[in-house]
């Protein structure tokens, strides 16, 4: 210690200076030197990151695709995981394009960000950043609670689809293994919504001879109201035509109607205790079940305690979810049957599940309301009305009635230009078929994905496989079906009597309010 | 010429194509809790959405119009000052206005003062208060993209046109056209707000109900100590001068010490 501090030097005034000095003249120079130089706009914090080529064009050229759609955090369908989005463009791609809602109305929005939910944007967005709603924890939690029991109903085309999930070749009819697999979760009741398509069926025909025979004040031709994503479209951009849709409601709701009055009266079950759940191919059905007018069974009823007539929407991923978080083994599951009451549909009831199906379904029980005899055979491959086309028109020769000219659109933006055809009084139609997603029920928004962008291929092999239950079903009429006539007989009496019209049918509401609708064929903003 | 960019909020719809489009460009990390948040949460946020890892944020007013309701988004991040008060601030000059319009920031200058933050007229810096060697963050304008013609990352994504960069005066001149064009309110912010911004904003509906700062100066905000900080070196040097010189008269024919 003492000798270090012994060697301490005295720092002298004129060292001191002399430091200060030099450091300065050195910093001096090294400024002078360029050291000192403005910052460039590569020393900035951030741009190290990656854009999609697109947008790395000089100058601001305009960009073929840009963007995304918008999404309201609220949307009871659609989610969106930002941090998997990568700006490719292909929600707007197919909003814009296919089903022609984004860029179709003015700006600025109102308090509103329009969406017919139809979910066509999940299918094409290459990340997996827009995906449903998951509801999976809600029918969990009624499935757990020993007091509620669960009724599940399944659409007619996630049959053909839920196999896909699990490996196994595209369009597979898995129907058994469905059921089976929904049993193991614990499911209490399964029906098979192919029942109420050919309520449907019955409903929305009886209402179709009746408007054209003019007993009813409704105008041609009449729009089937079986897809969730139509019904918006229609309130949102053709406010004037909703008259022309059926008021017949869609398959789900019917058979959830029905679940909480028909069968809870006859097995005598607590409607109040019910919690009825449907799997579908389609987000917009989960948009479907919270509208307003969807509480038909607590109205009937009168007990306010009663939940929607469909508390919870599951897509046909949604399910495969729930199955493999079970960790059931999907493919070697024994075909089970569906339960009784509401579990038998028709060949008629199996092809709602792709474009032209409805048509068809309804072409063979028109033409036996009209006629009183069974359709020939010829309506039981109604051609012109099948495949993949964004628009087929056919002719239904009906003796003693003559050729009804009918259409069957796919995809929105397709219906806009017969909807526009139809405002210009331009319409030889009598009945047209509407399916908001290309190729119908069997490629919605909640359909497994393809390992392919979404193809006609895909489409057409899944249409394969509802047309050959068709062909394979012991009943391919929606009038043949021994439960159709039942419920009638022992419920509804006939199709649109009082009751029917209280159960199964619905209104519509005009949300032109919410959008300015474009009026010209202006191409974007 | 000197660029910037024109947001016309009417036209907005809210799908926040260019806060990803900012992440993406930036690397700018996700937080769970911050993703969580909607357009209207953040509207509500004491920091308008803005944190070290989000330079851009899009928030949304409920506002009230013509008797119905409308919702309106606001997209924020930095102005880009034309004579920016950070840069003015900053005694290390890690800030730098360039001559292609970006105010940026350079983090290897930076002493981490945060002069900076009081000097923002917006309140739009953030520091990175959890890291060990923090900085301050703000929307950069994609510099390096601006200085090689391209466009910003958020501008190159915007679906409906609501954000648009170009010349400054270009922009200006086709914001007054729209305003009276589309009836919008009679003014362009950012055209004087703080000695002007090369962010630009029109809008239908009155920017106070938009957390707009409206009540800034319009002086340039450097302006305001321009006049007696220049004097600082003459003040220092000749200080200096004053005091060598008495001590020299003082001093006067007596030995020096040590």
């Known amino acids: 210690m003492e000798s270090k501090t012994g060697k301490v030097k005295n720092l002298s005034r004129r060292s001191f200076l002399k430091f200060f000095g030099g450091a300065s003249l050195a910093g001096v120079s090294l400024n002078l030197a360029g050291c000192g130089q403005p910052i460039t706009a590569e020393k900035a914090v951030g741009g190290n990151g990656w854009m999609p080529t697109q947008y790395n064009e000089p100058g601001s050229w305009p960009t073929n695709v840009r963007g995304r759609v918008p999404i309201d955090p609220a949307n009871p369908s659609i989610i969106r995981d930002d941090q998997k989005c990568i700006l490719c463009g292909q ?61 599940v109903q399944t659409a007619p085309a996630t049959r053909i689809g839920l196999g896909e999930e699990f490996g196994m070749p595209i369009g597979t009819n898995v129907q058994g293994k469905q059921v089976a697999a929904l049993r193991k979760l614990g499911f209490d009741v399964i029906f098979d919504t192919n029942f109420t398509a050919d309520l449907t069926i019955m409903e929305e025909g009886t209402e179709l001879v009746k408007r054209v025979k003019g007993e009813l004040h409704h105008p041609t031709p009449q729009f089937t109201s079986c897809c969730p994503g139509w019904v918006k479209f229609v309130e949102y951009f053709y406010p004037d035509l909703i008259p022309n849709l059926s008021t017949a409601k869609s398959p789900q709701q019917m058979e959830g109607t029905l679940m909480k009055t028909y069968y809870a009266e006859k097995q005598n079950v607590d409607p109040k205790k019910i919690f009825s759940v449907a799997i579908m191919p389609c987000t917009a059905k989960k948009f479907e079940c919270q509208r307003p007018e969807m509480t038909s069974a607590r109205k009937e009823l009168n007990d306010s305690n009663v939940t929607p007539d469909v508390d919870v929407v599951l897509t ?4 495969a979810r ?58 039981w491959e109604l051609t012109p009305v099948r495949g ?31 909807m526009d055809q139809i405002r210009a009084g331009n319409a030889p139609w009598v009945f047209i078929e509407v399916m908001a997603c290309p190729g119908g029920c069997q490629y919605g928004g909640g359909q497994p994905r393809a390992s392919s962008p979404p193809s006609d ?50 209104h519509y509401i005009s949300r032109a309010e919410a959008l300015v609708a474009k009026k010209s064929e202006r191409n974007l903003y | 010429m000197t660029n910037g960019v024109l947001v016309d909020i009417p036209k907005c719809v809210g799908c926040d194509s260019c806060s990803v489009a900012c992440k993406l460009w930036n690397e700018l990390e996700w937080d769970p809790q911050e993703k969580s948040k909607t357009a209207t949460d953040r509207a509500k946020e ?54 292609e319009g970006p105010v940026i920031y350079d983090q290897s200058l930076c002493v981490g003062c945060r002069y900076c933050m009081m000097a923002c007229p917006f309140d739009i810096l953030r520091y990175e208060w959890k890291k060990a060697i923090p900085g301050v963050r703000k929307c950069q304008m994609c510099a390096t993209r601006v200085a090689n013609d391209m466009e910003p990352a958020c501008t190159s994504v915007c679906p409906t046109g609501a954000i648009i960069f170009g010349d400054r005066e270009q922009l ?26 090369s962010w630009l904003y029109i809008s239908d509906t009155p920017f106070e109900q938009m957390r707009f700062r409206t009540d800034v100066t319009t002086m340039p905000l450097p302006s305001y100590t321009e006049g007696y900080m220049k004097a600082t070196p003459f003040v220092g040097v000749g200080w200096a001068a004053i005091l060598a010189g008495l001590y020299i008269f003082n001093n006067k024919g007596k030995e020096p010490l040590d």
């Open chain 1, 91 to 151: 929600c707007i791609e197919v909003c814009e394009k296919i089903q022609s809602v984004f860029g179709n109305y003015e700006l600025p929005i109102k308090s509103e960000i329009v969406c017919v939910n139809c979910g066509q944007c999940i299918q094409w967005c290459p990340s997996g950043a827009i995906s449903e709603r998951d509801d999976i924890n809600k029918v969990l939690k009624a499935i757990a609670d020993p007091n509620i029991t669960v009724v």
């Open chain 1, 316 to 319: 046909t991923k949604e399910l």
């Open chain 1, 322 to 379: 729930m199955i493999k978080r079970a960790g059931i083994d999907f493919t070697s599951l024994p075909d089970d049957e569906y339960d009784q009451l509401m579990g038998t549909g028709t060949g008629a009831g199996a092809i709602f599940g792709t474009t032209g199906g409805v048509m068809e379904a309804a072409a063979r029980s028109a033409y036996y309301l009209i006629t009183g005899q069974q359709p020939p055979a010829s309506l």
């Open chain 1, 388 to 418: 993949m086309e964004g628009v087929k028109e056919a002719a239904v020769n009906i003796p003693g009635f003559g050729s009804v000219k009918v259409a069957v659109i796919s995809g929105l933006a397709n219906a806009r230009k017969v």
């Open chain 1, 457 to 506: 291929e895909v489409r057409n092999r899944r249409a394969a496989s509802l047309y050959k239950i068709d062909t394979n079903a012991k009943l391919r009429n929606s009038h043949d079906n021994p439960q159709i006539k039942q419920v009638y007989a022992d419920f509804l009496t006939a199709p649109m009597s009082e009751k029917a019209e209280e159960l199964l049918h619905t």
């Open chain 2, 46 to 99: 004491p920091n308008n959405g803005l944190w070290p890892e989000e330079w851009t944020s899009i928030n949304r007013y409920d506002l009230q119009k013509d008797g119905s309701s409308v919702w309106r988004y606001v997209k924020t991040q930095c102005f880009h000052c034309e004579d920016p008060a950070c840069a003015s601030s900053c005694f290390s000059k890690a800030f730098q206005k360039l001559p």
């Open chain 2, 172 to 197: 200006l001149a086709e914001a007054k056209k729209r305003i009276k064009e589309n009836g919008y309110v009679d003014r362009v912010f950012g055209e004087r707000e703080a000695g002007g911004t």
